[in-house]
Nanobody
């Protein structure tokens, strides 16, 4: 079991940047693929990005590709989401999630993730 705590959300103007962090407790962080998802009011939770165990492989939703970058520091049990060129449609609560996985697996389905944080809210003003 891994416990996840997100931070770094806030209010930013369109075109601005934020960096989200997700810190994990527990022994399985380095054995877990880590994902970022988001949920806007009235909408379903959607996939944003995922990163493999060692951080060498990443995968992004088309809506954020080229603007967001996911990375991880296994020594710090932390995964990051750098968000640049933010748009009002990026406004959502952002969640990180962990999935015990093989070394190159990059799940983009929320149902595959066993552990979730409580989320951090991002608001992008126009």
């Amino acid at each position: 079991q891994v416990q996840l705590v997100e931070s770094g959300g806030g209010l930013v103007q369109a075109g601005g940047s934020l960096r989200l962090s997700c810190t994990a407790s527990g022994r399985t962080f380095s054995s877990s693929a880590m994902g970022w998802f988001r949920q806007a009011p009235g909408k379903e939770r959607e996939f944003v990005a995922t990163i493999s165990l060692g951080g060498t492989n990443t995968y992004y939703a088309d809506s954020v590709k080229g603007r967001f970058t996911v990375s991880r520091d296994n020594a710090k049990n932390t995964v990051y989401l750098q968000m640049n060129s933010l748009k009002p449609e990026d406004t959502a609560t952002y969640y990180c999630a962990a999935h015990l996985a093989g070394p190159y697996y990059l799940p983009d389905d929320a149902h595959e993730y066993e552990n979730w944080g409580r989320g951090t809210h991002v608001t992008v003003s126009s």
